[in-house]
């Protein structure tokens, strides 16, 4: 569409303003009368590792706006007696203070696992179950750093954990849960009592 600008058939500023702002906005897909919305891929570590791969949640919260990077994710043993565990490790991206680190992470101990279920009606929201509950911790020397003022430096690697044997994640694969949430509990202010590190 080509308008001369010097003729007298020039559209009005309010025409050129609305023609403006329909070049430069997105193109609206639809398919019928229904719009298609694309969702956003899944992040690296959103999913939990097998069995529990059909569980997602809010694991890049762990992220801090860009602190961290999340780098892993693994079972393996934790703490004095080698219970096991979903270890997740994470690498600092810039100069932080354990400190930080300890009340960033205090904001996500609370970890429950939860089964969402359609209800008859498709319309209505999905009946939500809590399948499980647990603790996210992390180490002593991140703990013991928070009280003696103690940065960690650039490209330097913890971990964060919850305790998930054997028992625990039948419960999650049985229950078909789907869906875990890290959130903050106000009795919560510790470490973990049973770290080595």
Sequence with gaps: MHFNM???????????????????????????????????????????????????????????????????????????????????????????????????????????????????QEDDPPFVFQVYSTRLFFSESVAAGAANSVNLPPNDVFEVWIYLNRKAIGTLVNEKSNRTEFSQSLRDIGRDPKSRY
């Design 6 to 120: 010097n003729s007298s058939n020039t559209p009005s500023r309010a025409l050129r303003l609305t023609l403006m702002f329909c070049f430069s906005t997105p193109a609206v897909f639809a398919i019928g009368q229904e719009e298609v919305e694309t969702r956003k891929p899944l992040g690296k570590f959103e999913k939990l590792p097998e069995p529990l791969d059909n569980i997602t949640g809010n694991v890049h919260d762990f992220e801090a706006g860009g602190l961290f990077t999340l780098t892993g994710v693994r079972f393996g043993a934790k703490g004095f007696g080698d219970d096991e565990a979903l270890i997740w490790s994470l690498t600092t991206n810039k100069t932080v203070s354990c400190r930080h680190i300890v009340v960033h992470f205090n904001k996500l101990r609370n970890v429950r696992f939860f089964k969402s279920q359609q209800r008859i």
